[in-house]
Nanobody
Framework: QVQLVESGGGSVQAGGSLRLSCVVS????????MGWFRQVPGKEREGVAR???????NYGDSVKGRFTISQDNAKNTLYLQMNNLKPEDTAMYYC???????????????WGQGTQVTVSS
């Protein structure tokens, strides 16, 4: 059984930083794509960053240069370092896993429960 558990969310002022973590268990495929997504009420879930099993990364335009996705395979943990946070980054953040980097969040198979990030101005 695959489980993803996020942590690290919280409240921060604009310009501040947070690091999200996602501990993954039960995922055994050597080929994978791990991603961070976010959603605010009433809006579509959007991709923030993703990292594939070959180490390649991809970022949403709104977070490029501010957020960094990384992984520690020894700890089965995915990270999202978020710097220079802005109020528009406020959202519920989810990590997800899939066998490939799908074009839509709807195609990701495994999801965590989410962690809230709130950025005040």
């Amino acid at each position: 059984q695959v489980q993803l558990v996020e942590s690290g969310g919280g409240s921060v002022q604009a310009g501040g930083s947070l690091r999200l973590s996602c501990v993954v268990s039960g995922y055994t495929d050597r080929t994978y794509c791990m991603g961070w997504f976010r959603q605010v009420p009433g809006k579509e879930r959007e991709g923030v960053a993703r990292i594939a099993s070959d180490g390649s990364t991809n970022y949403g335009d709104s977070v490029k240069g501010r957020f960094t996705i990384s992984q520690d395979n020894a700890k089965n943990t995915l990270y999202l370092q978020m710097n220079n946070l802005k109020p528009e980054d406020t959202a519920m953040y989810y990590c997800a896993a899939n066998g490939y980097c799908a074009s839509s969040w709807k195609l990701y198979k495994y999801w965590g429960q989410g962690t809230q990030v709130t950025v005040s101005s």
